[in-house]
């Protein structure tokens, strides 16, 4: 496993701008969720993908400047995994410059060396 530079997440900087997106989730995932939480948070999109909702520019489990399930078992591997690792380079995922404003201030972070 790799060593990443530690990410200023809490309090965050850049209001969360990382929770702004709905996030894909596992059926299992999916059904956590729905069961702790509710169904409403949750929705299924036409391609047959889970995500959850985005309401108020935020994802709708992310509250007070905090991922309500953050701790949980449950807590999304998207989420968990971010950054990301782009599957095709083995290098650091392009887009997390445009979803986290934290890889612009800090260039050394997306400067991830290749095992």
């Known amino acids: 496993m790799r060593d ?8 965050c900087p ?14 299992e995932e999916a059904a956590a969720i729905a ?4 169904p409403a948070l949750i929705y299924r999109t036409r391609w047959g993908e889970w995500r959850t909702r985005v309401r108020g520019g935020r994802c709708v489990l992310f509250r007070e400047n905090v991922c309500t ?34 890889f612009v201030v800090r260039p050394e972070l997306v400067q991830i060396g290749r095992a």
Do not use: M, N, Q
């Open 4 to 11: 990443f530079p530690s990410l200023p997440c809490f309090p």
């Open 14 to 27: 850049h209001r969360s701008s990382c929770c702004a997106h709905g996030v894909t989730l596992s059926d």
């Open 35 to 38: 069961e702790a939480h509710g």
């Open 69 to 102: 399930i953050h701790a949980e078992p449950y807590y999304p591997a998207v989420c968990r995994g971010f950054p990301w690792i782009d599957a095709e380079t083995g290098g650091p995922y392009e887009y997390d410059r445009t979803i986290c404003p934290e």
